[in-house]
C-alpha cells in the first residue's frame, strides 16, 4: 500500500493544522510539512514510465470543447463546464452517456486565451438546493472587469440554470489576454470552497495581500465571505480576509485527500518547475516576478519558490524542472479497487498529454511519479481531473476540436 497507518497519521496532522482544525496531534520526530520547514526538494522526481500500473479508459462522450471542469450530481448525472462559455450535463459517468446542454445566460463570460468559463463545484447539498458554483472570466459590455465565481440552481429537468449569486465573490483580477485566469473551486474536508487563482501576468499580485489573484482562497460556500479560521480574518482589508494562501503564480488544480483533508495546489511555472504543493495556511509560497518592487515588467526568471528572497517560503512538494508539463487538474485516487493505487495523487498535464501518478511520503512530498501507458499521449491534452462517486476517476481533454470526457478504471 502506498501510505503506513503511521504516515498517514502525519499528513492528516498536517492537513488539521493548515486548516485550524483540532483533535489531531503529529507524532514525535515530526519534519518538513509538519514543523513548517522550508527545505527544498532537492531535485525534480523522474517520471516512469516502467512499472507503471495498467489502466483501461473509455471514452464517457466526445464532441466537445475545452472541457474545464466537472460536476458530480447525486442521481449519477454530470454537469460540465466549456471554457467557451458553455454548461452541458452528461446523462452518466459511463461510456456512452448522453450530452444535454444547459440553458444558462452566460452573456457575460468573457472569452479569450485561457479566460472563459471555467471551474465548477456541485453544492453538498445540491440534492435539496440544486446549487452548483462557476468560476468565469467576467465582461461588462465588451470591457473584461474581473474574475468571479457564480452560483446557479439546475432545474428539475436539468435543461436550465438561473443564477442565484452573481457574484458569489467577484474582483478577483483578470487579464484582458485572459493570461493566467486560474481558477480552480474545490470544497475542502470542512465544507469550506478553497479556489486557486491566477496572477494575471501581473507581477505584484501574488506577494499583494490585498488582491485576491495569485492566491488559494478559503471561502465560506453559502455566503461568499471568508471561511471561519482564516489566517487573515481580522485584516482591514476585506479581500484579504478571503486569502487562505499566497505567492502562486497559476493554480490550475487544488486536490483534497478525503481521508487526511490534507490540500495540494497544481500550478503552472514559467519554462520550469511546475509545481505541487502541500497547502498551509497563511504561508507564502515564494512567487515574485516583481522581485520586491525593484524591477518592472513580469519578471520570468525568477524561481517559482524564492527562497533567498523569501526564507520561510513553502518548497514545492513536487517540481518539474524543465520541462514543464503545465499540469492542471487534480484528484486523489481512493477505493479498493484501486488496489496499490489507493492513495495517489492523479496530475492532468495540458502541454505534457499525460496523466501524473504521484505517490507521497509521510511529509506530504512527492517520492514516486509514474505515467500510465493508456494516458501517454494518447488523448492529447488533459484538463479536468476528478473522482466520481463511483471511485472511478474522470478526466476531460482541452484539445479545441471533438473533446472527450474520460472514464479511467483499474484493469
Not at 465565481?149 to 467577484?170: E, F, I, K, N, Y
Not at 501518478?357 to 488533459?382: E, K, S, Y
Request: include cysteine; charge should be negative; hydrophobic fraction near 40%.
Amino acid at each position: 500500500m502506498l501510505r503506513t497507518t503511521a504516515s498517514r497519521f502525519v499528513v492528516a496532522a498536517v492537513a488539521a493544522a493548515a486548516l485550524g482544525l483540532t483533535g489531531c496531534t503529529a507524532p514525535d520526530g515530526a519534519t518538513s510539512a509538519e514543523t513548517g520547514s522550508s527545505a527544498p526538494v532537492s531535485a525534480p522526481t523522474p517520471l516512469a514510465r516502467t512499472g507503471t500500473p495498467e489502466l483501461r479508459a473509455s471514452v464517457v462522450a466526445g464532441g466537445l470543447s475545452h472541457v474545464w471542469d466537472l460536476g458530480f450530481l447525486p442521481d449519477g448525472r454530470v454537469l460540465l463546464t466549456q471554457r467557451d462559455g458553455r454548461i452541458a450535463l452528461l446523462s452518466s459517468t459511463k461510456p456512452g452517456a448522453t450530452v444535454t446542454p444547459v440553458d444558462a445566460d452566460q452573456s457575460d463570460v468573457y472569452v479569450r486565451g485561457e479566460g472563459g468559463q471555467m471551474g465548477m463545484v456541485v453544492h453538498p447539498d445540491f440534492a435539496e438546493t440544486r446549487r452548483f458554483t462557476t468560476c468565469q472570466t467576467h465582461m461588462e459590455g465588451s470591457t473584461p472587469t474581473d474574475v468571479r465565481l457564480v452560483t446557479w440552481q439546475l432545474s428539475a429537468d436539468g435543461r436550465a440554470a438561473t443564477r442565484v449569486a452573481d457574484p458569489l465573490v467577484g474582483g478577483m483580477p483578470i487579464n484582458p489576454s485572459g493570461r493566467h485566469s486560474g481558477c480552480r473551486p474545490t470544497l475542502a474536508s470542512d465544507g469550506t470552497l478553497l479556489v486557486g487563482t491566477g496572477d494575471t501576468a501581473r507581477a505584484a499580485i501574488p506577494q499583494d495581500l490585498t488582491s485576491l489573484g495569485g492566491k488559494v482562497l478559503r471561502i465560506d460556500l453559502a455566503t461568499g465571505g471568508p471561511a471561519p479560521g482564516n489566517p487573515f480574518a481580522d485584516a482591514g482589508n476585506p479581500a484579504q480576509r478571503l486569502v487562505w494562501n499566497y505567492g502562486h503564480r497559476n493554480v490550475q488544480g487544488v486536490a483534497v485527500d478525503p481521508r487526511s483533508g490534507a490540500a495540494y495546489s497544481a500550478e503552472h511555472g514559467p519554462t520550469t518547475d511546475d509545481e505541487v504543493n502541500l497547502l498551509r495556511a497563511g504561508a507564502n509560497y515564494g512567487w515574485d516576478p516583481s522581485r520586491g518592487g525593484t524591477v518592472g515588467g513580469y519578471d520570468e526568471s525568477v524561481p517559482m519558490t524564492d527562497l533567498q528572497r523569501f526564507p520561510d517560503a513553502v518548497s514545492a512538494a513536487w517540481s518539474s524542472g524543465s520541462p514543464v508539463e503545465a499540469v492542471s487538474g487534480a484528484a486523489f485516487l481512493r477505493g479498493p479497487q484501486w488496489g496499490d493505487l489507493d492513495g495517489v495523487l492523479a496530475v492532468g498535464a495540458l502541454r505534457g498529454q499525460k496523466l501524473l501518478l504521484m505517490r507521497l511520503r509521510a511529509d506530504g512530498t512527492v517520492d514516486q511519479v509514474t505515467i500510465p501507458p493508456a494516458l501517454d499521449g494518447a488523448f492529447g491534452r488533459l484538463r479536468a481531473v476528478r473522482l466520481a462517486p463511483d471511485g472511478a476517476l474522470l478526466l476531460s481533454t482541452s484539445n479545441g476540436a471533438d473533446d472527450q470526457v474520460l472514464r479511467i478504471d483499474p484493469v
